[in-house]
């Protein structure tokens, strides 16, 4: 029933889609998109020789999957791809949608990796070569206008072979490509996403990390900065998330992570002072709040009016 159900929905979206125009300048690029599904995140990383990659190239969303559209980039194939997902469509099915409704199918490329960790990737013949793409379990990866398939099978090899999270392997493939020669043109911007349920500020969207360098000498470098910094603030939002719904125990480990990540940051030692404080204990609130504040003395005058650190109050 749900097979019949799924084919009907694929095909009113055929009947329904019209051609679409094509686009006239490449976005020459490679790209991993990618699932973690003990974290239950999807996300993608991407760079290329073209200005600010990361508005053109990377789709996500939490509870359907993620698409990266490429080369002479049609857009739309980034939230119909997703929609696609949410009806039940496997990747290999979308990409046969998307194809038989664009105008120049062989000049696209796409990867798509739904939430279940099935994966897809498409290079038109007439993208601009080196062009191709490999993928499998939660993942594919895709380039055009690269140096040659080696860039592709080093991103492949980084992606299974790196421990960490999703971001640190997403990035690592995203480096080994660039170490192949990557856009034979050279570099530019470049851009990383991952989304988890309830995983963005205060749990109102899935975007925990969201990072984006569109003009840059060194891309890969700033976007290593950067994704530092995204992993510490996720780890924090997530911690404070928790702690607002009136978590503290579950928040906890989330704080103590993100200290560990920032054991010098004022911001964070004064919130994991009062998230141990919540989960019971004190004396270390004592010592990550004694820390803060010799760190920014502005923040004494704060703690003093703040109601979640009346345990301190003496």
């Given at each position: 029933?749900?097979t ?6 694929l ?5 329904l ?46 509870s ?7 080369s ?10 997703l ?7 496997t990747?290999e099915q979308?990409?046969k949608?998307l194809?038989?409704?664009?105008a ?19 290079t ?8 191709g793409g ?6 594919a ?8 398939e ?16 999703l ?25 990383l ?7 963005g500020y205060?749990g109102?969207?899935?975007r ?5 360098v569109?003009?840059h000498k060194?891309?890969f470098?700033e ?7 995204a ?12 702690f ?22 004022d911001g964070v030692?004064?919130?994991l ?18 820390k803060a504040?010799?760190?920014?003395p ?12 009346e345990?301190?109050?003496?």
């Open positions: 029933m749900r019949r159900r799924v084919l009907l929905l095909v009113l979206v055929l009947s889609a019209a051609p679409l125009p094509a686009q006239e300048s490449p976005v020459a690029t490679f790209s991993i998109v990618a699932r973690d599904g003990e974290a239950g995140e999807v996300g993608i990383a991407v760079a290329s020789k073209f200005f600010s990659v990361g508005s053109v190239v990377p789709w996500a969303r939490a359907s999957g993620a698409v990266a559209t490429q002479f980039a049609n857009t739309s194939f980034g939230p119909r791809g929609d696609l997902l949410d009806t039940g469509a990747p979308i990409v949608i194809l038989q409704t664009d120049q199918p062989d000049r696209r490329q796409f990867g798509i990796v739904s939430a279940d960790g099935s994966s897809a990737t498409y038109g013949e007439n993208c601009q070569a080196w062009a490999r993928h499998g379990p939660d993942y990866v895709q380039g055009n206008i690269l140096t040659g080696a860039v592709v099978l080093a991103m492949e090899k980084a992606f299974l072979e790196t421990e960490g999270t971001a640190d392997r997403m990035y690592a493939a995203l480096h080994a490509g660039d170490a192949e020669g990557g856009d034979a043109r050279g570099r530019q911007s470049a851009a996403i991952v989304v988890r349920e309830g995983g205060g109102f969207n899935d925990a990390i969201d990072i984006r569109d003009d060194e891309p470098k976007l290593g900065r950067l994704l530092n910094y992993q510490m603030n996720a780890s924090w939002n997530q911690a404070w998330t928790l607002t719904q009136k978590k503290p125990q579950a928040a906890l480990p989330h704080m103590e992570r993100t200290a560990r990540i920032a054991p010098e940051d030692l004064y919130d002072a009062v998230i141990r404080l919540a989960a019971g204990d004190r004396n270390g609130a004592r010592k990550a709040l004694e504040i010799t760190l920014n502005k923040l004494k005058q704060q703690a003093e009016e703040d109601k979640d650190l345990g301190l109050a003496d």
